[in-house]
């Protein structure tokens, strides 16, 4: 059973830093794709960031590009986002979410399993 378990949300002030961990397991799969998805309240989710296990390719949305930094642990099963300079509108609920097929994707219909979300509130 694949399982991801998000951790590392939290309140910070704008301008802050927070690095969400994304825990993974249960993989039977050599090569996938790992993405950060958000959504914030009344919005569509929306993808963030992206790594290709294949090659280490990394895909960023437009919004965040130059304060996001996606990363893998392979030793840890575990992929973190580094988030800085954080503003009010990355106030979000973040997942993360995995597919087999779906590498370098930020389509959130493309992913078949994902983590149950961690909170992320900056305030102004």
């Known amino acids: 059973e694949v399982q991801l378990v998000e951790s590392g949300g939290g309140l910070v002030q704008a301008g802050g830093s927070l690095r969400l961990s994304c825990a993974f397991s249960?993989?039977?799969?050599?090569?996938?794709?790992i993405a950060w998805f958000r959504q914030a309240p009344g919005k569509e989710r929306e993808g963030v960031s992206c790594?290709?296990?294949?090659?280490?390719?990394?895909y960023y949305a437009d919004s965040v590009k130059g304060r996001f930094t996606i990363s893998n642990d392979n030793a840890k099963n575990t992929v973190y986002l580094q988030m800085n300079s954080l503003t009010p509108e990355d106030t979000a609920i973040y997942y993360c979410?995995?597919?087999?097929?779906?590498?370098?994707?930020?389509?959130?219909?493309?992913?078949?399993?994902w983590g149950q979300g961690t909170q992320v509130i900056v305030s102004s």
């Open positions: 979410a995995v597919s087999d097929w779906a590498i370098g994707s930020m389509l959130g219909y493309e992913y078949d399993y």
């Open positions: 249960g993989f039977t799969f050599d090569d996938y794709g």
């Open positions: 790594l290709a296990s294949t090659d280490g390719s990394t």
